[in-house]
């Protein structure tokens, strides 16, 4: 699978942005995806991951209540829903995908397909 993540910019704290990332391929729907994120100089850290129907999601303490991920089977599409951003949320956000039976966790290592990612700078 082939991931396209858009959908960055600068915000100031406090505002909204949404990330989305479009997938190539038929098999969309059989992927776990998710977002993971990684500021200057830190290590790319998890966001969130979504199950195959978007039944089931995860989150990050950091973000827990202020993301949102859901993801559109029809078009390929997850989308990543931040709202109340601070600054400390800046960072290069990527997504991913893998396929799964359960929930792949937190380490961005288990997941083989990547996205180039997208840059969110949030100004104080």
């Known amino acids: 699978v082939q991931l396209q993540a858009s959908g960055g910019g600068l915000v100031q704290a406090g505002g909204s942005l949404r990330l989305s990332c479009a997938a190539s391929g038929r098999t969309f729907s059989s992927y776990y995806m998710g977002w993971f994120r990684q500021a200057p100089g830190k290590e790319r850290e998890f966001v969130a991951t979504i199950s195959w129907s978007g039944g089931s999601t995860y989150y990050s303490d950091s973000v827990k209540g202020r993301f949102t991920i859901s993801r559109d089977n029809a078009k390929n599409t997850v989308y990543l829903q931040m709202n109340s951003l601070k600054p400390e949320d800046t960072a290069v956000y990527y997504c991913?995908?893998?396929?799964?039976?359960?929930?792949?966790?937190?380490?961005?290592?288990?997941?083989?397909?990547w996205g180039q990612g997208t840059l969110v700078t949030v100004s104080s």
């Open positions: 991913a995908a893998v396929r799964s039976y359960g929930p792949p966790g937190s380490n961005w290592r288990t997941y083989p397909y």
